[in-house]
């Protein structure tokens, strides 16, 4: 499927805040993660034609970073860290619960799309180790039970938005530091929620 | 022991909507970049921040002053900031970035003046979704408001400031790496010389990355002065700098100290002692890239200079904790399966090496590992980081590589037991 002329139009105004238009690939592959959950053929062609570069020089680029998926994604994108401060604080057992939940292995996705788990590296979440993030949304302080209550929470809520506040009151503890400030945005897909690339969404009440 | 407040005052003065412009504005906000343009005198801009002898805070430590005075004449510049904050242990741009986005885009306009550039990036790394929300927001209020954009408060000076995201790489934190990242293409880093984007960076024209916590002192600093801002911490390491202290402490956080503590007064202050009240096995001071200090170095000076000569690097100011029970072999197992992620995969020392490290250390960890494991690693490592020496030789582009020896050295220098104890004590029969 070709894109939409919407999404076109989003594109090219994106193309038009860089002084060369190759430097809105990164953006543009957000764009074809929200619209597929992953990159696909048909948005690489797409893409390549916008940027005026070659469909191999799309894919070289969207393969070299972690957050653009070659295989669709579930509509929740658990990524639990592993990286130092997470580990000696037992990251271990959390990651071994949400992988007994999911029943997911590394960068697995469940057959009805709703999850899909990945070990990842650092996300700046060391204060308030053991961290997840939800389709990028940071949750801190996590124990195996709690992951555990939010996966089940998740599968049957299913909230359209997930919104980082909302998660931390509920299942998260300690944290890096104070929040503070009440926020009602978050991301939708496993795309993380930002205004330019148009993935920004408000939770309604 | 206390902290000294410049850059996280105004979010602790106004917790619940410090990010806000009208609540920034109220509180002295854009008072410097105003001032900048009455005076209209850019050289006097980069003499102040000479002056205040603030070095850079996103790792290497190179004095910001210095940088500025590099950028080559062109007609187009740019500032790239670097918020692709991802050093595990690190999280002090991210409270930066979500809690007081004005103060950065502030020392943004100020630096852009005072350089003559007229477009300036920020590039944020992917998964810090909601920080680059925070300061999209504020960069369009600051828009609105006539902070950005044409003719910044009547005067001739214009501004455009894009948000960028990156997306999941830690390489990109290497500023070469970052430039091409932004550029749409991997994000490799690049060949040296030339050895300064200040020449040749962003589409190969004069460009400054800074960090975006120097970039978020820059306010203070032509508020107070240079001078005012060199008298705080230490000589060679003048200013405050943001601590992430986290790991095995009772109070993990930022903490905002002037240089020159101990890392003993730092982590039983702010960190309210260790879990448990066990005691400290080891300890990394900058970073995972920097190699570990032992539980009896806790009365080394946390400045650039005193921790590079006990052989290590205050790098991007994060302090891991690490106690009596843990098992350090695992702990180094984690940092360097950090740095095999990572690596781009340009170089083959970095690229085969760290994969190599990964997998022997992996198999010590268990329970497999051979008798001649422990000359294994340290020939990958020679071969990474000739030498094995601080501050690293390196047989590859960017200092990556070397860093996933750190924690190998720091493990073999100061607790050899704790690997060779998980060795086979003969070889079996089998064999």
């Known amino acids: 499927m070709s894109w939409e002329k919407e999404l076109v139009e989003k594109a090219n105004e994106i193309i038009e805040l860089y002084p060369e238009k190759r430097s809105a690939l990164g953006p543009l592959l957000y764009l074809a993660q929200e619209k597929d959950g992953h990159i696909s053929n048909d948005s690489i062609v797409e893409i390549?034609?916008?940027?005026?570069?070659?469909?191999?020089?799309?894919?070289?680029?969207a393969s070299f970073y972690s957050m653009y998926k070659e295989e669709q994604t579930g509509k929740y994108l658990l990524s639990v860290c592993k990286s130092i401060s997470c580990e000696i604080n037992d990251s271990r057992s959390v990651i071994n619960s949400v992988k007994d939940f999911t029943g997911l292995e590394n960068y697995e996705t469940d057959t009805d799309k709703v999850f899909t788990f990945e070990e990842v590296e650092c996300i700046g979440a060391c204060g308030g180790a053991p961290a997840v993030q939800v389709n990028y949304e940071t949750v801190e302080g996590l124990t195996p039970e709690k992951s555990i209550q939010m996966c089940e929470w998740l599968k049957e809520e299913r909230p359209n938005v997930i919104v980082a506040e909302e998660l931390q009151d509920k299942f998260g503890g300690i944290k890096s530091f104070d929040w503070a400030i009440k926020d009602n945005t978050g991301s939708?897909?496993?795309?993380?929620?930002?205004q330019n690339i148009g993935t920004a969404k408000e939770k309604s009440k | 022991m206390k902290e000294t407040l410049l850059l996280t005052k105004h979010m602790r003065e106004f917790p619940e909507n410090s990010h806000k412009l009208d609540v920034f504005e109220k509180n002295n906000g854009y008072s410097a970049l105003k001032k900048v343009l009455k005076d209209n005198d850019p050289e006097s801009v980069i003499n102040e921040i000479k002056d205040s002898n603030i070095r850079g805070r996103g790792g290497a430590g190179f004095p910001t002053g210095v940088k500025w005075g590099f950028l080559a004449e062109d007609e187009d510049r740019y500032l790239v900031i670097n918020g692709d904050e991802s050093e595990p242990g690190t999280f002090k741009d991210r409270i930066l970035l979500e809690r007081d986005p004005h103060q950065l885009i502030e020392g943004v306009a100020i630096t852009c003046f005072a350089s003559n550039i007229k477009k300036a990036f920020i590039y944020i790394r992917g998964e810090y979704a909601k920080p680059a929300r925070r300061v999209?927001?504020?960069?369009?209020?600051?828009y609105e408001?006539?902070?950005?954009?044409?003719?910044?408060?009547?005067?001739?000076?214009?501004?455009?400031?894009?948000?960028?995201?990156?997306?999941g790489a830690y390489i990109c934190g290497e500023e070469t790496a970052l430039l091409n990242s932004l550029e749409g293409?991997?994000?490799?880093?690049?060949?040296k010389p030339p050895y300064f984007p200040a020449v040749m960076g962003l589409y190969n024209k004069p460009t400054l990355v800074n960090n975006v916590e120097t970039i978020s002192s820059v306010p203070w600093i032509i508020n107070n002065s240079g001078k005012e801002y060199s008298k705080l911490g230490v000589e060679g390491s003048t200013g405050t700098r943001i601590f992430s202290l986290?790991?095995?402490?009772?109070?993990p956080g930022n903490f905002e100290i002037e240089m020159g503590k101990t890392f003993e007064e730092f982590i039983y202050t702010f960190?309210?002692?260790?879990?448990?009240?066990?005691?400290?096995?080891?300890?990394?001071?900058?970073?995972?890239?920097?190699?570990?200090?032992?539980?009896?170095?806790?009365?080394i000076k946390m400045t650039i200079d005193d921790v590079a000569n006990a052989g290590s690097m205050l790098g991007s100011g994060a302090v891991v904790v690490m106690d009596e029970n843990t098992n350090l072999v695992y702990a180094a197992k984690s940092i360097v399966s950090f740095f095999a992620h990572e690596s781009c995969g340009q170089c083959t020392p970095c690229r085969e090496g760290t994969t190599w490290l990964e997998m022997i250390l992996d198999r010590i960890a268990s329970g497999r590992g051979r008798l001649s494991d422990i000359s294994l690693l340290i020939d990958i490592c020679d071969n990474i980081s000739p030498g094995l020496a601080w501050p690293p030789k390196m047989t590859t582009i960017c200092p990556l590589g070397p860093s996933?020896?750190?924690?190998?050295?720091?493990?073999?220098?100061?607790?050899?037991?704790?690997?060779?104890?998980?060795l086979p004590t003969k070889i079996p029969i089998t064999q």
Request: charged letters at 15%; proline letters at 4%.
């Open chain 2, 404 to 422: 996933a020896v750190s924690p190998i050295t720091s493990l073999l220098n100061n607790f050899s037991d704790e690997i060779t104890n998980m």
């Open chain 2, 271 to 299: 960190g309210n002692g260790i879990k448990n009240n066990k005691s400290v096995k080891a300890y990394i001071p900058g970073g995972a890239s920097a190699p570990w200090f032992t539980g009896d170095q806790l009365d």
């Open chain 2, 145 to 167: 408001k006539g902070y950005l954009g044409k003719n910044i408060l009547g005067t001739n000076f214009s501004l455009d400031v894009v948000v960028h995201l990156g997306a």
């Open chain 1, 188 to 194: 939708s897909y496993s795309v993380p929620g930002f």
């Open chain 2, 246 to 251: 986290s790991g095995h402490v009772n109070n």
């Open chain 1, 48 to 61: 390549s034609n916008l940027i005026g570069i070659t469909e191999v020089q799309v894919k070289s680029v």
């Open chain 2, 136 to 142: 999209q927001d504020a960069v369009e209020q600051a």
């Open chain 2, 185 to 191: 293409r991997r994000g490799e880093p690049r060949l």
